[in-house]
């Protein structure tokens, strides 16, 4: 699993909903002062891998 952030007030670059998956910059801004401007979740691998959002039949022809 591996953190990652949503944003929920915008700031730089980022708007509402923008989604940080990248450790370093999570990391850097969990540690400077737009930390109250996120919200940290959980990604699951399934989710991450798009694997959750296939059906049966996407799914029968993905090579593992």
């Known amino acids: 699993m591996s953190i990652h952030l949503v ?3 915008p700031f730089g670059n980022f708007k509402r909903g ?3 998956v990248d450790a370093d910059k999570v990391a850097e801004i ?3 002062p737009h930390q109250h ?3 940290r ?3 699951k691998p399934e ?3 798009g694997e959750f959002f ?3 039949a996407q ?3 993905v090579k593992r």
């Open 41 to 43: 979740s959980i990604m």
């Open 54 to 56: 296939r059906n049966d």
């Open 47 to 49: 989710h991450r891998s």
């Open 18 to 20: 923008d989604l940080i």
């Open 30 to 32: 969990m540690s400077g």
């Open 37 to 39: 401007s996120v919200v």
């Open 7 to 9: 944003v929920t007030q």
């Open 59 to 61: 799914k029968k022809f």
